[in-house]
């Protein structure tokens, strides 16, 4: 018996299932490929940092419709879209149906590179770039790349100055929100990152980083010029200051 898929070629010219195959649209900054030429415009504007969809009460500007429409319901309150196991309620039916694999476990997003899998499909696409090495968002002002949406945005604000995250206890500022969470431990006293080979805590995750180099022995910063290593940054950069400062003796 034919097949469905042989029938449906046999109704239509060679020709046009040529030309039908050919209907792909490509960026041509990161190659990625697309059915629909809509879907490319799009995307494009990954790269270009173009957010023609602004919110009409606050301002703030979007790259697509659907992130401008997801954005409104923080003002409308409006979240049609309930989960019958937990009752969280949500402004688009797509964040719904990644919410409810949170209860199935569900991951139907899967690394062919490395067998990882994933519940979301933003979270697949991160991912991936571990392996290609793709970093399809750069910085307009300096040229530097990042493969995170996110990394670009906190990157910008070394250029603009810009530091949106405040603590309410003090009312210093900060560019990320990881670092005024951090910052808030010098008032809470709160140290939860806690050394599993001595006990030591610390407030924040890369003082344990640092801290558990003395235990493995582990020098990450090495000196160019004399090959002294390091185990934390600060010290590797005061002592690069020997090299490069000016000797007073020297003749």
């Known amino acids: 018996m ?17 030309e039908m195959r ?34 009409e009460i606050c301002g703030k500007s979007f790259s697509d419709q659907s992130a401008l429409t997801s954005h409104e319901g923080l003002h409308t309150k409006k979240k049609p879209y309930h989960c019958d196991v937990c009752g969280k309620s949500f402004s688009l039916s797509c964040n719904l149906s990644a919410h409810i694999r949170i209860h199935t476990g569900e991951k139907p997003y899967h690394c062919d590179i490395c067998g990882s899998s994933f519940s979301a499909s933003n979270d697949f696409m991160r991912h991936t770039r571990i392996h290609t090495g793709v970093k399809p968002y750069r910085c307009d002002v300096c040229g530097k790349s990042f493969s995170q949406s996110y990394n670009l945005t906190t990157h910008r604000r070394i250029h603009t100055g810009d530091k949106p995250y405040e603590c309410d206890i003090c009312g210093k500022s900060f560019s990320r929100n990881h670092d005024v969470t951090i910052h808030k431990h010098i008032h809470t006293g709160d140290k939860p990152y806690r050394c599993d080979i001595c006990g030591k805590s610390f407030s924040g995750k ?8 003395i235990h493995v022995g582990e020098t990450a910063y090495h000196c160019g010029m004399c090959r002294k290593s390091f185990s934390d940054r600060s010290s590797w950069a005061s002592h690069k200051h020997l090299h490069t400062k000016e000797n007073p003796y020297h003749s």
């Open 2 to 18: 034919m097949e469905k898929s042989e029938k449906v070629e046999e109704l239509i010219s060679p020709e046009h299932i040529k």
């Open 206 to 213: 890369n003082n344990l980083t640092k801290h558990k180099r």
């Open 22 to 55: 050919k209907l792909s649209y490509d960026c041509d900054i990161c190659k990625k490929v697309f059915s629909l030429k809509c879907n490319l415009i799009s995307h494009r504007r990954i790269h270009t940092g173009e957010k023609p969809y602004q919110c």
